[in-house]
């Protein structure tokens, strides 16, 4: 049931919003009456998504061999915003609910591989696991995007366990919606300029892709949180005044499945009557339809996804049944990844993962007479599941060293947007370790991969709530600043370094309001393509890339870390020279600190695709100093 209007707090700024922020999703607090699994979809181009499976604990009412598939809106995830909570709800009324990840996820429509023509590949994959795992009957729930996603799959394929079509805030046409936003707020460039933009570079033949920034694209004013990032060729297949399969309105005809309508009542995005348009198209093709408005809900449903469950629970429920569904059995794994939120003295949420062996953690203590775990920070643009090499979890999991991989402030879309600043990652792993802390753990190791390697030496050389054992560093360049000043200059980057050094320095201290976005081409690659550029804004650019940002420049941190360090590098990297390992060692020796290791791992790219060498090089050291 929605929880009382003064136990719901207020709406966050936009900034907050973007990261996910709900009311009442706390992981390891309001899902406590449903197990919770990470589960990687694998699709028919061999793409590989996360997705959050939460299984109530037992059958309600005959609920339970139902699964909904629920599905993101734009730049969301499967573990954010109002599919995460949905899903939770969903599982505490009974209905298990698989939350998946789609290539339009996260960055996937800034850098090129978010394509809206391809997303039927991963709902498909959804389905797939659903039929692994045994599921019979499933139900498709969409939100905004996501809402137009399901819709062109199941117009598409129709597949036989799909028994209805559930959507929230749909719009009847995503190119449509766009055209009326951007022209309401003034978008710079507009809509039509935009699509110039599109048919000159010929992304509708196939041509060649650019990144555009859009200012005042999601809201009045011209801060970064109100732009949007676009790869012109997925902004042309989702957004694009051709394009088809995006426009709902026509494609909710084919479904061949009862349809769900559930629109905000209150919704600045989708202002129109985009649940009447649809709602008559698909009647007018002899669907079973039902619509509905929630009161006073805006466009993300703030306060209001519970009661929004309560009516897709309802929905649910009224279609017909040929009989009892399956319930498959719960999977018989070990229940070693424990979801978990960490909470911050500024009020922070970082979501994150323990991965944990019971046995191997106690017979570790006892053989060191401490209990250590790991905090593991993810790369430049990541999460706890993405640029965080997540194969090490198992294998360091299973020495007996809980490995908690974490979000952190840096994470997700925060770049984009203006608030990733490096030296504040101090403060998510000291809220970190203080968890561990209250959890029973006495030591920490601090590790992490490329810009969290940079991260972990500076959060090392720094108090956290528990004593330290060790450091590890994967990827770790010599400096940010001089590794980007380098790799740019190699591949041409426009700006060049020193011109975005110029242009950065006046936004050092600048509020996320102050702040302007940049595109950076060939930031990581000599190649013009959308994946070489880099999206940042001056300020989250100057606090990682500047050449006045200490914290950035891991020779500076090593020597004060006051632990066993160890840099694991691979010979193969192209975005860190791999010579960097040898010189921060040397470094850190010349500060004083001798006992710092160097690994190099033979072929390995700055990914460490090779897992089995990868752990390797990890495995006597942290059994030696963890």
């Not at 020597?559 to 360090?565: E, F, L, N, S, W």
Request: aromatic share 6%; with cysteine; proline share 7%.
């Amino acid at each position: 049931m929605t929880p009382p209007a003064d136990d719901i707090p207020p709406r966050p700024d936009r900034i907050t919003m973007m990261t996910g922020a709900r009311p009442h999703t706390e992981f390891g607090h309001d899902d406590v009456d449903a197990e919770a699994e990470l589960v990687v979809l694998r699709t028919a181009d061999h793409k590989h998504w996360d997705g959050l499976l939460m299984r109530p604990r037992s059958d309600v009412d005959g609920r339970a061999g139902t699964l909904a598939i629920i599905v993101h809106g734009s730049l969301g995830n499967y573990m954010g915003g109002v599919p995460r909570r949905m899903a939770f709800e969903l599982a505490h009324q009974g209905y298990p609910a698989l939350s998946i990840n789609t290539r339009m996820a996260n960055f996937g429509v800034v850098y090129g591989g978010g394509l809206f023509d391809d997303t039927p590949l991963d709902v498909a994959a959804a389905l797939d696991l659903a039929r692994e795992i045994g599921f019979q009957r499933v139900v498709l729930v969409g939100y905004s995007l996501g809402a137009s996603i399901v819709t062109h799959y199941q117009a598409l394929e129709h597949p036989p366990e799909v028994v209805g079509l559930c959507t929230l805030a749909h719009p009847w046409s995503l190119p449509e919606s766009m055209r009326a936003r951007w022209t309401r707020l003034r978008a710079r460039p507009s809509y039509t300029e935009v699509a110039r933009m599109a048919l000159r570079a010929g992304v509708d033949r196939d041509g060649p892709d650019d990144v555009v920034v859009v200012h005042r694209a999601a809201g009045p004013s011209d801060a970064p949180f109100d732009a949007e990032a676009w790869s012109l060729r997925c902004w042309w297949q989702c957004r694009g005044p051709e394009a088809r399969n995006p426009v709902s309105v026509d494609r909710i005809r084919d479904v061949g499945v009862p349809v769900a309508l559930i629109q905000a009542g209150d919704d600045p995005v989708l202002p129109g009557g985009d649940g009447d348009n649809l709602a008559e198209a698909a009647a007018a093709a002899g669907l079973q339809v039902h619509l509905e408005h929630v009161p006073g809900a805006d466009h993300t449903f703030w306060g209001k996804v519970p009661e929004v469950a309560d009516r897709v629970v309802a929905w649910i429920d009224s279609l017909p049944r040929s009989g009892p569904a399956t319930v498959p059995p719960h999977g018989a794994g070990s229940g070693t990844a424990r979801l978990v939120t960490i909470r911050g003295d500024d009020g922070s949420m970082h979501d994150a993962v323990l991965e944990h062996r019971d046995a191997a953690t106690e017979e570790r203590a006892r053989e060191t007479g401490r209990r250590t775990a790991v905090v593991h920070l993810h790369g430049n643009q990541g999460n706890l599941s993405v640029g965080a090499l997540r194969f090490l979890r198992r294998p360091v999991s299973g020495l007996g060293l809980p490995i908690l991989t974490m979000d952190t402030r840096i994470g997700n879309v925060s770049q984009l947007f203006g608030t990733a600043v490096l030296e504040d990652v101090l403060e998510d792993v000291r809220a970190a370790t203080t968890w561990l802390a209250g959890e029973g753990y006495d030591h920490v190791l601090v590790s992490g991969y490329s810009l969290g390697a940079t991260a972990a030496l500076y959060c090392a050389a720094h108090e956290l709530a528990l004593p330290i054992t060790g450091v590890v560093g994967m990827g770790t360049a010599w400096s940010l600043p001089e590794s980007s000043r380098a790799r740019m200059d190699r591949c041409g980057s426009a700006p060049s370094y020193d011109e975005l050094v110029e242009l950065c320095r006046p936004y050092a201290d600048a509020t996320p309001e102050e702040d302007v976005s940049l595109v950076i081409h060939r930031m990581y690659l000599p190649d013009d393509a959308p994946h070489a550029a880099g999206v940042y804004t001056a300020r989250t650019w100057w606090h990682s890339r500047g050449p006045d940002s200490e914290a950035a420049k891991a020779h500076l941190q090593i020597g004060r870390v006051d632990a066993p360090v160890l840099l694991v590098q691979g010979t193969e990297d192209i975005i860190v020279d791999p010579a960097d390992a040898e010189r921060l060692a040397a470094s850190a020796r010349e500060a004083g600190h001798d006992d710092v290791t160097v690994r190099m791992v033979e072929g390995a790219g700055h990914d460490f695709g090779d897992h089995d060498a990868t752990f390797a090089a990890l495995r006597d050291w942290l059994l030696a100093n963890a």
